[in-house]
């Protein structure tokens, strides 16, 4: 199960949609009625928001999204940890993901290949796309690489 099927972000995409106010809501234990657009709880909850969701964001992704604009270095870290303990759903996901993809790569059959239907990279062909970082495993029937992204 994803963390597009449970957990309180979609229930508040569905609801006010506020998102940048219910993060900082949760991240700083604050109530979301004491959170306005121009407060820094609001820009905190906002760049975590966009910088943490996905796959695995943590400082250099806030530094990357602007957080520097507005807070210091160390505070950097804490911002991340207090994102992802708002966010289990989505952090437990990752973890489901990384699993998943781990132990497809690594089942093999009798055939070298794997349950899923794809091959390991190593057994992939097309190595300037490896050495792009771009093909994740390739399919069974030989059809195009999968690429991150677009499995």
């Known amino acids: 199960m994803g963390y597009r099927r449970r957990g309180w972000v979609m229930e508040e995409f569905r609801g006010t949609g506020k998102i940048y106010e219910q993060t900082a809501s949760k991240m700083f234990h604050i109530p979301i009625g004491e959170i306005t657009k121009g407060s820094p709880y609001r820009a905190r909850g906002k760049v975590a928001s966009l910088a943490c969701r996905q796959y695995g964001g943590a400082e250099g992704a806030l530094i990357s999204m602007g957080a ?60 300037t796309a490896v050495r792009k970082g771009a093909v994740l495993c390739k399919t069974k029937d030989d059809r195009e690489p999968l690429r991150l992204g677009k499995c």
């Open 68 to 127: 520097l604009n507005f807070v210091e270095e160390e505070e950097l870290k804490g911002l991340v940890q207090s994102w992802r303990a708002a966010n289990p759903h989505i952090v437990n996901y990752w973890y489901e993901i990384d699993g998943a993809v781990k132990a497809a790569v690594k089942e093999e059959d009798d055939k070298g290949r794997n349950g899923y239907g794809i091959l390991p990279v190593r057994d992939v062909k097309d190595r």
